[in-house]
């Protein structure tokens, strides 16, 4: 019983991934090199925090007494 039950999950697996809709590769690469020149602005790797807006910018200097 283990053995059939075994390829019952499988063949349902294998009809789940029959059923995903793909794209091609250059399609997707497409759409993230679009995805990324559109938000390249936003992104904190290529321009930087602003001194304002930095979350991790410490609120007041450490002195030693």
Avoid: H, W
């Avoid at 283990?2 to 991934?17: C, D, I, K, P, Y």
């Avoid at 793909?22 to 938000?39: E, F, G, M, P, T």
């Avoid at 321009?47 to 979350?55: A, E, I």
Wanted: with cysteine; aromatic share 6%.
């Amino acid at each position: 019983m283990s053995g059939n039950s075994a390829l019952v999950r499988t063949v349902e697996q294998l009809r789940r991934e029959a059923r995903v809709e793909r794209i091609n590769v250059s399609d997707a690469a497409n759409d993230l090199l679009q995805y990324v020149k559109q938000n390249a602005s936003e992104d904190f790797l290529l321009n930087g925090f602003s001194v304002v807006s930095n979350p991790f910018k410490e609120k007041k200097s450490c002195t030693i007494v």
